[in-house]
């Protein structure tokens, strides 16, 4: 991450992420309010079960190419995590990034197993995902030795989304299809994926002048800048519940409909004989 694309990567990684889950968690909401027959239809454990296992399989993807990126990137250890010639530590922060990464991995795998096959609880998968979290944070909270007063700072407000996440993530383990819980972890990531890319514009501006990274200034700037990417993820994450939930109502609408329907012509439902005689009625009027 020691450079702009290293931050852009996992930005764009958790963004995204933050974004489909909340579209995501969003439908499965709307779909339990509705107990209607096309609700059974569309969130349908077989239904939810091929996503997770569909998004599982691209956050263990992206996972790997973390890791390898870190790793055999330009500059990077290529897994050489000691250097003997010089009798010492051989880029420990990109290994710190890649721990970072592998727990993400170990998280999707296990999501894997649970969503394909009976070997594991079902809450298992929020546990792997606190703990991944948590060693993010954790890692970075002790990969700032030695640096300016800026980056670290830009480096601890990041730790607050962070250890969010992490606790959030523990909740879910106990309350799992929350929907307040949900919808505040979206928040979070989107956060946290929003404000990698701030961290590099900070301290690896593409153009433009560099940041002075003693200048308490830019430290109050930086913290209202802060709650200015909180603001906008709240935005982000309304504005797709919003608009996903009406979207969803009025596909259950159609869906029961036809359902019915289909049901009516089969004689699979009769409706009561008051019913036809009021029809008769009006037709005679």
């Given at each position: 991450m020691g450079s702009f694309r290293g931050h852009a990567l996992p930005g764009t990684f958790f963004l995204v992420a933050g974004i489909w889950w909340t579209v995501k968690y969003s439908i499965w909401h709307a779909t339990r309010r509705n107990k209607g027959i096309g609700s059974t239809r569309l969130a349908s454990r077989a239904s939810q079960r091929r996503l997770e296992i569909i998004e599982s399989s691209v956050i263990l993807f992206f996972s790997l190419v973390g890791m390898l990126a870190e790793q055999f990137g330009s500059g990077g250890p290529k897994l050489q995590l000691y250097d003997f010639v010089e009798k010492h530590w051989d880029h420990l922060h990109s290994w710190h990034h890649a721990t970072m990464y592998l727990f993400f991995g170990l998280f999707a795998t296990v999501s894997l197993i649970i969503h394909t096959t009976e070997a594991a609880p079902l809450?298992?998968?929020?546990?792997?995902?606190?703990?991944?979290?948590?060693?993010?944070?954790?890692?970075?909270?002790?990969?700032?030795?030695?640096?300016?007063?800026?980056d670290v700072h830009v480096h601890l407000l990041l730790l607050y989304a962070v250890f969010?996440?992490?606790?959030?993530?523990?909740?879910?383990?106990?309350?799992?299809?929350?929907?307040?819980?949900?919808?505040?972890?979206?928040?979070?990531?989107?956060?946290?994926?929003?404000?990698?890319?701030?961290?590099?514009?900070?301290?690896?501006?593409p153009r433009g002048p560099e940041w002075d990274l003693k200048d308490p200034n830019n430290m109050m700037f930086i913290t209202m800048c802060y709650s200015w990417h909180l603001?906008?993820?709240m935005l982000i994450v309304s504005v797709l519940y919003c608009i996903v939930n009406p979207d969803v109502q009025t596909s259950l609408f159609k869906t029961t409909r036809f359902v019915?329907?289909?049901?009516?012509?089969?004689?699979?439902i009769r409706l009561p004989s008051s019913f036809f005689q009021c029809k008769a009625q009006y037709a005679n009027i």
């Open positions: 809450a298992l998968d929020r546990l792997m995902l606190a703990i991944a979290f948590f060693n993010e944070g954790f890692l970075f909270l002790y990969h700032l030795h030695g640096r300016g007063m800026l969010g996440e992490t606790l959030v993530a523990f909740l879910e383990i106990f309350h799992r299809g929350n929907i307040i819980l949900e919808l505040l972890r979206c928040t979070l990531t989107v956060v946290q994926g929003t404000w990698f890319w701030e961290v590099g514009f900070v301290l690896y501006p603001a906008f993820a019915v329907m289909e049901d009516l012509q089969r004689g699979a």
